[in-house]
Nanobody, 123 residues
Framework: VLLQAFGGGLVQAGGSLRLSCADSGRTLGVYAVGWFRQAPGKEREFIAA????????YYADSVKGRFTISRDNAKNTVYLQMNNLEPEDTAVYYCAARYSGSWSARDYDYAYWGQGTQLTVSS
């Protein structure tokens, strides 16, 4: 699996953006996927995760109700729809994959990581 996260950018507070995590290895359908973020000076933080078939998702409290994770295994892509963005959401966002049917909120459960994509939310 070769992950690439993209779709970040500069957004005003209250706006929306969708991140994508694509697998050029075309095997993402056998992996559970998580999204994490890291803001300057802070530790990496779990955001959302989805199981292999997309039937189960899990969110951090900080984004619950605002972010939605989904996947299209036919396109080898996982998405993170982010609505009602806040300046506190500013961070580098990473997607990660684990060779399992089930999601995890622990970063050490993920063996494969894409490069990050920067999201900046202006107030």
């Amino acid at each position: 699996v070769l992950l690439q996260a993209f779709g970040g950018g500069l957004v005003q507070a209250g706006g929306s953006l969708r991140l994508s995590c694509a697998d050029s290895g075309r095997t993402l359908g056998v992996y559970a996927v998580g999204w994490f973020r890291q803001a300057p000076g802070k530790e990496r933080e779990f955001i959302a995760a989805i199981n292999r078939i997309g039937s189960s998702t899990y969110y951090a409290d900080s984004v619950k109700g605002r972010f939605t994770i989904s996947r299209d295994n036919a396109k080898n892509t996982v998405y993170l729809q982010m609505n009602n963005l806040e300046p506190e959401d500013t961070a580098v966002y990473y997607c990660a994959a684990r060779y399992s049917g089930s999601w995890s909120a622990r970063d050490y459960d993920y063996a494969y990581w894409g490069q990050g994509t920067q999201l900046t939310v202006s107030s």
